[in-house]
């Protein structure tokens, strides 16, 4: 069992940045890849970004390429998203998800996620 822990939400205004975290509980963090995604109110979970279990390499969805930047330390169990450049369209829970497939991660296929975070709480004001 993986316990997933976002923090780093909260409000900013349009143009500023945040950075999330998630701290996952396992020994075995480096044994799936890591990724975002996020829910805003009334639409559907929707992937935002992805990470291999080395770090080696990232995935994003395009509405954020060039702006959020997703990355991971192996030895602290951690998985960061910088968000820059927010906008209000980027209000959403955000949430933390665990995979051993990251190519389902990647396509939105979040009923395939190995294990989530309950989600942390982004509001982006105009």
């Known amino acids: 069992q993986v316990q997933l822990d976002e923090s780093g939400g909260g409000l900013v205004q349009a143009g500023g940045s945040l950075r999330l975290s998630c701290v996952a509980s396992?020994?075995?963090?480096?044994?799936?890849?890591m990724g975002w995604f996020r829910q805003a109110p009334g639409k559907g979970r929707e992937f935002v970004a992805a990470i291999t279990r080395s770090g080696g390499n990232t995935f994003y969805t395009d509405s954020v390429k060039g702006r959020f930047t997703c990355s991971r330390d192996n030895v602290k169990n951690t998985v960061y998203l910088q968000m820059n450049s927010l906008k209000p369209e980027d209000t959403a829970a955000y949430y933390c998800?665990?995979?051993?497939?990251?190519?389902?991660?990647?396509?939105?296929?979040?009923?395939?996620?190995?294990?989530w975070g309950k989600g942390t709480l982004v509001t982006v004001s105009s």
């Open positions: 998800a665990a995979s051993t497939n990251i190519w389902r991660m990647t396509q939105g296929d979040y009923s395939g996620m190995d294990y």
């Open positions: 396992a020994r075995t963090f480096s044994s799936y890849a």
